[in-house]
C-alpha cells in the first residue's frame, strides 16, 4: 500500500502541502480531488519525486519512496502526467517502450521481456494498433491511451495520473478512466489519481481524498466525501448532491445551473 503521513512540501517559503495524510491499497483507486490551488499536483509531484519533502514520509510497503533514486523509484511508481513530454516524431511503440528504460541493461537494448511486457501494455490499451504511428499524428485521447501503456509497461505496483482527462471528450473520459480501473483491478494496482470532474470522481473512484488549502480535510467512498455539505465548503459554492439513477452513486449538480 502507498502510504503518505504527515507530509509538507514549501515551494520556496510558500507551503503548498500542509501535514496531509492518505492511503492507497493494492486494487484501489482513489481520487485526490480539491478546488484549483489545493496542493493536488504539488502532493502528486513530491511523491513522483520531482518536488522535494520538507517532513513527513511516503511509504511503499516497506520502502520510503523519499530515499530512492530515480530508477530505483521507477520500479515502484509510474506517472502519467498531465501533458506528455515525448516528442511528437516518435512511434507509439517506442514511446511506450520507454516505460521499460528503468528495467533494461546499462547498453539500453530491450530484452525479449522488454519486448512482451510492452506488447501486453500496448494490448490492453488497444494502442497495439497504432504501434507505427507518430504521436504527433494522434488525437488527444490516442496520446493519453499511450501514456497510460507506457506507464503499465514499467511495471510498477503503484500508478500516479495528473488529470487523465483533461482536454477529453465525454467518450474519451469515459475509455481512459475505464481501463485505469480495470487494470487497477487486474494488476491489483495501488491507483492515485488527480480528477477536477467531481461527477467521474463519483463513477470511477472506490476512495476520495479532498484537499483543500493543502490539507486533507477529508478521506472516503465517494458517497462519503462528496456530499453538499462537503463539497459546497471546499470549493464555496452553492450545489445539490442527488443519486445516479442505475449506481445511486451521488451526481454534484450546481444550484445555479438548475435555475
Not at 482513489?30 to 490551488?37: H, M, Q, R, S
Not at 519525486?49 to 511508481?77: C, E, K, M, N, W
Not at 493543502?214 to 467512498?221: E, Y
Amino acid at each position: 500500500m502507498l502510504q503518505i503521513e504527515n507530509l509538507r512540501v514549501y515551494y520556496g517559503q510558500r507551503l503548498v502541502v500542509d501535514n496531509s495524510s492518505l492511503q492507497v491499497e493494492p486494487g484501489q483507486v482513489v481520487a485526490l480531488i480539491g478546488p484549483n490551488g489545493a496542493g493536488k499536483t504539488s502532493l502528486v509531484r513530491a511523491i513522483s519525486g520531482v518536488t522535494p519533502i520538507h517532513s513527513g514520509t511516503v511509504r511503499f510497503g516497506q520502502t520510503d519512496l523519499t530515499g530512492l533514486t530515480a530508477p530505483q523509484r521507477a520500479r515502484i511508481l509510474a506517472v502519467v502526467p498531465q501533458v506528455s513530454f515525448v516528442g511528437g516524431a516518435y512511434t507509439v511503440a517506442q514511446a511506450v517502450m520507454m516505460g521499460r528504460t528503468a528495467h533494461m541493461s546499462w547498453l539500453g537494448h530491450p530484452s525479449e521481456k522488454d519486448q512482451e511486457q510492452v506488447a501486453d501494455a500496448m494490448a490492453a490499451t488497444c494502442t497495439d494498433i497504432l504501434a507505427d504511428r507518430r504521436i504527433a499524428e494522434l488525437s488527444g485521447g490516442e496520446q493519453q491511451r499511450v501514456m497510460l501503456a507506457r506507464a503499465l509497461a514499467q511495471q510498477t505496483p503503484l500508478l500516479v495520473l495528473d488529470e487523465p482527462t483533461n482536454h477529453l471528450d465525454l467518450q474519451h473520459q469515459s475509455t481512459i478512466l475505464s481501463l485505469v480501473r480495470e487494470q487497477c483491478r487486474l494488476r491489483k494496482l495501488a491507483v492515485l489519481m488527480v480528477l477536477h470532474d467531481l461527477n467521474l470522481v463519483s463513477l470511477f473512484a472506490d476512495q476520495a481524498a479532498l484537499l483543500v488549502a493543502g490539507r486533507m480535510v477529508r478521506f472516503g467512498t465517494p458517497g462519503d466525501v462528496l456530499t453538499a455539505e462537503t463539497i459546497g465548503s471546499a470549493y464555496q459554492t452553492d450545489l445539490d448532491v442527488i443519486a445516479h439513477p442505475h449506481t445511486n452513486r451521488p451526481i454534484i449538480l450546481q444550484k445555479d445551473h438548475l435555475e
